[in-house]
């Protein structure tokens, strides 16, 4: 059983940068891809990006492409997400989940293990 703790929200002005943290205990997190969602209010939660248990090529949807980045660090558990040149639609909840697949997946539902997620706030 892994458990997954968000941290590094806040409020931030557009064009600023905040990096999240997803901290894992409980488990073989190594072995583990990681996605990162994020869940606006009013709409559905939705894929942002995503590294896999190895470290290899990230996957991010088009809207963050070139401002966000993901990286790892299997020795503390920890997966991050750099977000750059942030934008006022950047704001919702965020949320880190781990799946046992070697292959980073945009479905949600295909992610077995989930944080309580961290707000991101972006003011116009």
């Known amino acids: 059983q892994v458990q997954l703790v968000e941290s590094g929200g806040g409020l931030v002005q557009a064009g600023g940068s905040l990096r999240l943290s997803c901290a894992a205990s409980?488990?073989?997190?190594?072995?583990?891809?990681v996605g990162w969602f994020r869940q606006s209010q009013g709409k559905e939660r939705e894929f942002v990006g995503g590294?896999?248990?190895?470290?290899?090529?990230?996957y991010f949807t088009d809207s963050v492409k070139g401002r966000f980045t993901i990286s790892r660090d299997n020795a503390k558990n920890t997966v991050f997400l750099q977000m750059n040149n942030l934008k006022p639609e950047d704001t919702g909840v965020y949320y880190c989940?781990?799946?046992?697949?070697?292959?980073?997946?945009?479905?949600?539902?295909?992610?077995?293990?989930w944080g309580q997620g961290t707000q991101v706030t972006v003011s116009s």
């Open positions: 989940a781990a799946r046992a697949g070697a292959f980073v997946d945009v479905d949600a539902n295909n992610y077995m293990y």
């Open positions: 590294i896999p248990w190895n470290g290899g090529s990230t």
């Open positions: 409980g488990g073989a997190f190594t072995w583990y891809t």
